[in-house]
C-alpha cells in the first residue's frame, strides 16, 4: 500500500512549493526509498547494470558525468532513458561555482548538462547570481530543474565553516531556483544545526553516510544514515555503500528501509 506523501513527509509537504521537490517525495513513497545513488562508475556498461540492479530500491540518481571514460552523447542519452523508465530524478554533482555566465554556458557545452540533468549541485562562493544563471540555462532548453547549494560538505578539513553555512543558507532558502541545501551527513549534531536554519521549507540531502559508519577513502567521513535523517536529512546519498557492494541490490534495499523507516519515525514519532 502507497502511503500518502502529506502523512510521511510532514512539514516538508506543506511548505516545499518548489514541483520537483513534490514530485521527489511522491517517487520517494512509491518506492519507500530516501535513497540517491551516487553512482560512480566509469563505464556505462557498468552505470547501466547498476540501475537495473537497484533502480526500484532507489529514488534519485546522482552522477558525474566527467567520470565516464567512455562517454558518448548517444551512449548517455540511452542511460538517461533508463533513469526516466526506473523514475529517478538526475542529479548532477557538477559543483558549479563560476560566475553566472559561464555557469550558465558550462550548462551547454559537450556535456549538455541542462538537457538531462534534474538537479545540479552548486557553490554559493560566487553569489547569488549563479542560481539565476542556472535556471536561465534550464529555460534555454525549455526545462526545468533545481539547484542543491553546498551548505556543508563531508571531507575532512573543508572550509564551509558554521559563519559561511549560515550566510549559504540564510540567502540561498528566499531564493526559488534552489531546490536545497547539502548538509554532511557523518555528522549529525551539525546536520541538526543546518536544519535548524533551513527551517522546514528546503529539502537537505547528505552524502558522507554509510552502514560502516567511520572514516572513508582520502578524506571521506562516514555516519549512520538512520541518524542524519533523524537529524533532518531528507535523502541520503550513497556512493560505495552501494556499488561497491558484493550484492548491490541487498545493499540498495538494506539503504532504503533504513532510511525510510527513519523518516517514518523522525516524523511520526
Ligand atoms: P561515497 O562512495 O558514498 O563516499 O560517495 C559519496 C558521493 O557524494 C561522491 O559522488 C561525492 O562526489 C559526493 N559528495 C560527497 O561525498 N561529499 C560532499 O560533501 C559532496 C558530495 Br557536496
Given at each position: 500500500m502507497e502511503l500518502e506523501p502529506s502523512s510521511v513527509w510532514g512539514d516538508?509537504?506543506?511548505?516545499?512549493?518548489?514541483p520537483i521537490a513534490k514530485k521527489y517525495m511522491t517517487v520517494a513513497c512509491q518506492k519507500r526509498s530516501i535513497v540517491c545513488l551516487a553512482a560512480d562508475r566509469n563505464t556505462l556498461l557498468g552505470l547501466g547494470e547498476l540501475i537495473d540492479q537497484v533502480g526500484p530500491y532507489i529514488s534519485a540518481l546522482?552522477?558525474?558525468?566527467?567520470l565516464v571514460d567512455d562517454w558518448t552523447p548517444e551512449g548517455w542519452a540511452e542511460l538517461c532513458d533508463k533513469a526516466r523508465q526506473a523514475n529517478l530524478l538526475i542529479f548532477e554533482d557538477r559543483k558549479f561555482a563560476d560566475i553566472g555566465g559561464i555557469t550558465r554556458n558550462q550548462m551547454a557545452g559537450i556535456y549538455d548538462i541542462r538537457s538531462w540533468s534534474d538537479l545540479v549541485t552548486a557553490h554559493f562562493i560566487s553569489g547569488p547570481d549563479i542560481v539565476d544563471s542556472l535556471q536561465s540555462a534550464w529555460g534555454d532548453v525549455g526545462r526545468k530543474g533545481g539547484v542543491l547549494l553546498l551548505a556543508q560538505m563531508s571531507s575532512r578539513g573543508n572550509l564551509l565553516n558554521p559563519d559561511y553555512t549560515k550566510t549559504v543558507v540564510d540567502s540561498g532558502k528566499t531564493l526559488k531556483g534552489v531546490f536545497g541545501f547539502i548538509g554532511n551527513g557523518s555528522r549529525p549534531r551539525e546536520l541538526e544545526k543546518l536544519r535548524e536554519i533551513v527551517g522546514p521549507t528546503k529539502m537537505i540531502w547528505t552524502p558522507g553516510v554509510n552502514l560502516a559508519v567511520g572514516d572513508g577513502n582520502m578524506g571521506?567521513?562516514?555516519g549512520d544514515p538512520c541518524e542524519a535523517v533523524i537529524a533532518g536529512s531528507d535523502t541520503i546519498i550513497v556512493g560505495s555503500g552501494i556499488h561497491r557492494s558484493d550484492n548491490p541490490e541487498q545493499s540498495a534495499k538494506m539503504y532504503a528501509a533504513a532510511s525510510w523507516n527513519a523518516l517514518l519515525e523522525r516524523n511520526n514519532g
Open positions: 516538508r509537504w506543506t511548505s516545499c512549493d518548489s546522482k552522477t558525474h558525468v566527467d571521506q567521513r562516514y
